[in-house]
């Protein structure tokens, strides 16, 4: 029997918990920049591709474009949904890899590292397609990704802590080209131990370029984080592609 993806178990109830520090006020900044990034009027619409629990898809409309945002995982859609009440944003579950959407789009952005699941490079490149076939003819995107160059040389191979009675215990390692996280989660009341993983592919600057240079993406500024600064292989966070659909 096929072993069920990582990225089908892990986004649920407990990666709630799991990743409960992120927070509404950095995705407001965050978004802030990309409004310079994206240079789109008000009204524009936008595509948040692999939306999560919504963060920015949120902070986006409150820019004032039209949203949407589209994830796989229906715990993650809950929490979006629970968190507008107004229906501000129109959600909907899909996989980044065959959206079930038309567009067009005036941006499709895709945050914090929700690239690179796939064991196949293939899956990776429909992902590029789709952000291609959604987008209008000059129409933007973005892809915040991480700098593998600064996970390689930064890995923490193990961290623990407690959220609400729960350890969380958090092991790191790079193998087989993929950076790969295994999560142990111990209910210190003497619950049953859960175990999740993780695994983003590293791929690098040039690899990634020529990839979205195949997907008739044009890239016209690579950043290393939300500060702007320009991407340095050597000590950037972050690795943020803005750029447009080809026409």
């Not at 407001?28 to 595509?47: A, D, F, I, Q, T």
């Not at 193990?158 to 215990?169: G, L, M, Q, T």
Request: proline letters at 4%; glycine letters at 8%; aromatic letters at 10%.
């Amino acid at each position: 029997m096929e072993q069920e993806p990582w990225y089908e178990k892990s986004f649920g109830r407990d990666y709630l918990l799991v990743y409960k520090h992120r927070d509404m006020q950095g995705a407001y900044e965050e978004v802030r920049r990309m409004m310079e990034w994206l240079e789109l009027p008000e009204g524009s619409e936008v595509l948040d591709l692999c939306c999560g629990m919504g963060r920015h898809s949120k902070a986006l409309h409150s820019f004032g474009f039209r949203v949407t945002g589209v994830d796989l995982s229906e715990v993650l859609l809950e929490e979006a949904v629970k968190g507008d009440p107004a229906g501000e944003v129109r959600w909907l579950r899909g996989d980044m890899r065959d959206v079930p959407l038309e567009g067009p789009f005036d941006a499709v952005v895709n945050l914090f590292t929700s690239f690179g699941y796939f064991d196949d490079e293939g899956d990776n490149m429909r992902v590029l397609r789709e952000i291609h076939r959604l987008l209008a003819p000059g129409g933007r995107f973005i892809i915040d990704y991480l700098n593998p160059s600064y996970v390689e040389e930064h890995l923490v191979p193990a961290s623990a802590r407690e959220e609400e009675d729960i350890r969380i215990e958090e092991k790191r390692r790079i193998e087989d080209g993929f950076v790969k996280k295994t999560i142990v989660l111990r209910d210190l009341q003497g619950g049953e131990e859960r175990e999740y993983r993780e695994q983003v592919r590293l791929i690098p600057q040039e690899r990634f370029l020529a990839m979205l240079q195949e997907a008739c993406l044009e890239v016209d500024a690579v950043y290393g984080g939300y500060d702007a600064e320009p991407y340095r292989e050597a000590g950037s966070k972050r690795m943020i592609f803005v750029g447009r659909r080809r026409a």
